[in-house]
């Protein structure tokens, strides 16, 4: 359990390059770099979009995803993004964007939209990754912590390596974040799905689906008009404020949450950051939905539900995971990415786990006051949810103590 400390210094200060940010020359191992730091998304289209295009990354670190966050969360509360770009002279070598956040009475820096997304990173040119070094980054953040305000970052759900890269920021001290992402590699659909599953197990998946259909028209796809759109990411939203309540959870999904995710369903069909709605209808109910988005090679899911009923006892979430595996192989894609966090589905599909890492880097010494309790609890909730008989445990004692209702799983 490991947390640092980086004091300010006084950057060396250049002329302004662009808008009314003043840029920072940070020397590193692979030479100075100039540090732009802004609270604009807007004015960085074309810089963002040309990194993402070129940089290994998920939904999350695009564009217009964070345009959307900014928006719809951080605007309404108040609060900034930090966008911080190096460049070599006119050569952007990364883009890395951030928010600000309170915690425990301090200003701290987290990634943007860090609790909603499945996996948290920069942009990078390519190569950049491979020259940058762990005093590299602590020297860059301390700079962009110092711009901002904040006294310490908490970096979370950071992935080691991400498609070609490895990821620079994994050189600082770090510790395992809580859970770990799942993904399966995708190819010939028989194969994989022969390879994956027995015969018995095959059989199962078919005779579900099967006896969903006898229920009523069984209807598996994406929704596609704007009516549908609305319709199945309203249901989702019904479903799963049902799920955590009887879980015992608060809902995650506030008004500006909601709105966020109503900007990305109706983005342009071809962005990376537009929010696909799947589903299964069986007659006009719709039993479960997983939605996600296709980034690069990979299409990730971000959401799932399931609908109440009857209906639950032939698996509605398992023959649509199945089918969108089926349709994303069809597709040519690389990895269809379940997200984070264990599960039984999960495990039995995935053959790509992701290891994860948070890193909590204090910039003033009251930050250190912040960073090193947080990283001793983040340590123990992870060993509680790795742990097979306590973290089933901490589920029943919170759905006995905050839950409305049972829901079973569908593992």
Request: hydrophobic share 40%.
């Amino acid at each position: 359990m490991t947390s640092t400390v980086l004091q300010r210094t006084s950057p060396e200060r250049l002329e302004p390059l662009f808008g009314t940010t003043e840029p920072f020359q940070v020397e590193t191992g692979m030479g100075p770099i100039t540090l732009y730091v802004t609270d604009e998304i807007e004015p960085l289209e074309t810089v963002w979009e040309a990194l993402q295009s070129v940089s290994p990354c998920s939904p999350s670190q695009t564009f217009n995803y964070a345009r959307a966050w900014q928006r719809h969360v951080l605007q309404p509360e108040g609060r900034r993004a930090i966008i911080a770009i190096g460049y070599d002279a006119d050569r952007a070598l990364f883009l890395w964007p951030f928010e600000l956040r309170r915690k425990f009475g301090q200003t701290v820096l987290v990634w943007l939209g860090q609790d909603h997304a499945n996996y948290n990173m920069g942009l990078f040119t390519p190569g950049v990754p491979a020259q940058l070094k762990g005093p590299d980054i602590a020297r860059l953040l301390n700079h962009i912590g110092a711009w901002a305000g904040a006294s310490a970052a908490l970096l979370e759900a950071q992935p080691f390596e991400w498609g070609t890269f490895r990821n620079p920021v994994a050189e600082l001290k770090h510790q395992p974040h809580p859970s770990e992402g799942y993904a399966v590699k995708l190819g010939d659909f028989e194969e994989l799905y022969h390879a994956k599953f027995k015969k018995a197990s095959r059989r199962k998946y078919t005779t579900r689906e099967r006896k969903l259909g006898e229920e009523g028209e069984l209807v598996i796809g994406w929704a596609s008009s704007d009516a549908e759109r609305k319709h199945v990411l309203e249901t989702f939203f019904a479903q799963r404020e049902t799920q955590f309540a009887a879980m015992g959870v608060e809902d995650p999904f506030t008004p500006p949450i909601r709105d966020f995710f109503r900007e990305l369903a109706f983005l342009p069909d071809d962005d990376p950051a537009r929010l696909r709605l799947g589903y299964i209808r069986v007659g006009d109910f719709i039993a479960a939905t997983f939605s996600g988005s296709v980034c690069q090679d990979t299409l990730a899911v971000c959401m799932s539900s399931l609908g109440e009923g009857d209906m639950q006892r032939y698996s509605p979430g398992l023959v649509l995971l199945r089918r969108q595996i089926e349709w994303a192989c069809n597709e040519g894609l690389a990895y269809y990415d379940i997200g984070v966090g264990g599960a039984r589905h999960k495990e039995r599909w995935s053959d790509v786990v992701r290891e994860l890492f948070d890193s909590y880097q204090a910039f003033t010494p009251q930050g250190y006051l912040l960073t090193l309790p947080l990283t001793g609890f983040i340590w123990a909730k992870r060993r509680v949810k790795q742990n097979k008989y306590l973290w089933p445990l901490a589920k029943k004692v919170r759905r006995a103590l905050f839950g409305k209702q049972q829901v079973e799983d569908e593992d």
